[in-house]
């Protein structure tokens, strides 16, 4: 986790360790005290349907860097949706998304940041 709490600071990829956050997900987070970027890579798709609603109370807009996937939201029909597209959820609306293809490469941005996402300690 790249944090730029009190000065600029980048995040590279290419010298970054992904951390595995949960089966078949990696992310690499960079945050500021008020807004938090997260890349996330997906493996393990097609998946036969989408992960688990969930909402919760920060905005969220999603960049799909690559890969193909569909977005499932509580108020709209699902969108299918490949890289170059992006997608942006208000607070605490239900929502998912299921991998359509092999991998993903997600870049979402969360305000405030999602403290959830921090590890402890």
């Given at each position: 986790m790249i944090d730029a709490l009190n000065q600029s600071a980048v995040l590279r990829l290419a010298e970054t360790e992904m951390e595995p956050c949960r089966?078949?997900?990696?992310?690499?987070?960079?945050?500021?005290?008020?807004?938090?970027?997260v890349v996330i890579d997906i493996t393990g798709g097609p998946w036969t349907e989408a992960d688990p609603m969930h909402a919760h109370p920060h905005e969220q807009v999603t960049y799909v860097a690559s890969g193909e996937i569909l977005f499932v939201t509580g108020d709209q029909p699902a969108q299918r949706l490949v890289a170059g597209d992006m997608f942006a959820v208000p607070p605490n609306v239900m929502h998912?998304?299921?991998?359509?293809?092999?991998?993903?490469?997600?870049?979402?941005?969360?305000?405030?940041?999602?403290?959830?996402?921090?590890?402890?300690g």
């Open positions: 089966p078949g997900f990696t992310r690499a987070i960079i945050r500021t005290g008020n807004l938090m970027g998912s998304i299921q991998l359509l293809s092999e991998t993903a490469r997600l870049v979402d941005s969360f305000h405030p940041g999602r403290e959830d996402f921090i590890p402890a």
